[in-house]
């Protein structure tokens, strides 16, 4: 589904990715791991066409998109949900999803307002609040609420449960376990170690710009010291 060769990437002249490759697989969940500051956003951005590839290829589905801008990236089916979230502040839940709704390029799809309101009732108990009213986690929902309306076959998620309560953590990690068993591709950015394993199916850690680690869950749960090494866990 995606495949990422090669990617040097950064801002303006700085180099922050060098030479990182990684494949994520249709209907799985594959986790980028990685200290703070190792490039985990910086790769999603690149992905996202949020900055220029300097060297290297993203192609989506054997085609290539290194370069396209964002919105060829969303009409090609790839969603995003940044670690800002990015929820406008002055309008409603029901504003914001709607907005949502209506920008999609690929409307009328498997994802509508009714079917994120069922998936996530909280958003529903909500939908008159301010975007500015919303808990950490509320923000989250629908933050991802926004991304499946737009109906993607990729959704690409940067730390999803940072800042949040261990129960609302809990309650998004079975949010994604459902949308994974529905066999949407997910690439998950994530310090939260365990909820990351316990998700993915592949696992690969960012360091130095580069994948110095890959391999499954299974394998990095078992290999303390590349734990220790790479993730300070
Ligand atoms: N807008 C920017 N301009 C210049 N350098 C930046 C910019 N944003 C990030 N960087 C640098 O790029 C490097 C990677 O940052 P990035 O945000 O990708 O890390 P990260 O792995 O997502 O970290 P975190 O876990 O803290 O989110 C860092 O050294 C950071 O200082
Ligand atoms: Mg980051």
Redesign the pocket.
Known sequence: MLDVSNLHTGYGETRIIRDLSFKAEAGKVFALLGR?GAG???TLKAIMGLLPVFEGKIRIDNRESSGLPPYKMAAGGIAYVP?TRDIFPSLTVRENLELAARLTPNSGAAWTMERVLEFFPRLHERLSNGGNQLSGGEQQMLAIARALLMNPKLLIL??PTEGLAPIIVRQIHDKLQELKQEGLTLLL?EQNFGFATSLADQVAIIGKGQVVWSGSSEEIRADKETQHTWLGV
């Open positions: 703070n985990k956003t910086t670690e940067d730390e950015v």
